[in-house]
């Protein structure tokens, strides 16, 4: 059976960093790209950034995550994380990971959403 399990969130100020792992049991983990999605109060989930089986990475919001944010694998430990620097009242969301059986998640490439496993979410709070 498959476990996705997502850890690390919580209520930080603004400024104030966290970083949240995603980690995964029940199947090998090195065949899976990975992604983590968010979705904020009242809005509909977007996606954070991707990595892929080489660990090679892809951010959303160039200008307002990629400074901020880092995706990260531990294929040891089967475990993704989200380093998040520079917290923003905005970055409030429910964090998901996500796991697709291809080298890279098909909505990293554009494509439909396609991801076989995904976590329970975790609730990040950034207050001002």
């Known amino acids: 059976q498959v476990q996705v399990l997502e850890t690390g969130g919580g209520l930080v100020q603004a400024g104030e960093s966290l970083r949240l792992s995603c980690t995964v049991s029940?199947?090998?983990?090195?065949?899976?790209?990975m992604m983590w999605l968010r979705q904020a109060p009242g809005k509909g989930r977007e996606g954070v950034a991707c990595?892929?089986?080489?660990?090679?990475?892809?951010?959303y919001g160039t200008k307002t995550v990629k400074p901020r944010f880092t995706i990260s694998l531990d294929n040891a430990k089967n475990t993704m994380y989200l380093q998040m620097n520079s917290l923003k009242p905005e970055d409030t969301a429910m964090y998901y990971c996500?796991?697709?059986?291809?080298?890279?998640?098909?909505?990293?490439?554009?494509?439909?959403?396609?991801?076989?496993?995904w976590g329970q979410g975790i609730l990040v709070t950034v207050s001002s």
């Open positions: 996500a796991a697709e059986e291809a080298t890279i998640p098909s909505t990293c490439r554009g494509g439909t959403n396609q991801f076989e496993h």
């Open positions: 029940g199947l090998r983990f090195d065949d899976y790209g």
């Open positions: 990595i892929n089986t080489n660990q090679e990475t892809f951010y």
